[in-house]
Nanobody, 116 residues
């Protein structure tokens, strides 16, 4: 069973920043783009950013210019980061990482709350 572990969430004021981290087995992502998703109650999970094994990135329009996704392989462990700047109220959600295609079992996610 592949385990995805997200961390780094918290409460932040509008305009603030957070850096989310995800730890996953490198072998499970070697051939796949890694994605950061977010979900709010009553809404489907939304892909907000992804990064391919070669480092190409894609973002949903609502986070372009504010979020930066990256991935680092080290000792058979993949770390996927999401640097979130200029946070807005609407960024409040539970954030998850997973493969962009053929998703694995979802982790617990990390809660981001943007509040004044």
């Amino acid at each position: 069973q592949v385990q995805l572990v997200e961390s780094g969430g918290g409460v932040v004021q509008p305009g603030g920043s957070l850096r989310l981290s995800c730890v996953a087995p490198e072998t499970s992502f070697r051939l796949y783009a890694a994605g950061w998703y977010r979900q709010t109650p009553g809404k489907p999970r939304e892909l907000v950013a992804s990064v391919t094994p070669s480092g190409n990135t894609n973002y949903v329009d609502s986070v372009k210019g504010r979020f930066t996704v990256s991935r680092v392989n080290a000792e058979n462990t993949l770390r996927v980061y999401l640097q979130m700047n200029s946070l807005k109220f609407e960024d409040t959600a539970v954030y998850y990482c997973n493969r962009k295609s053929v998703p694995l079992e979802w982790g617990q996610g990390t809660q981001v709350i943007v509040s004044s």
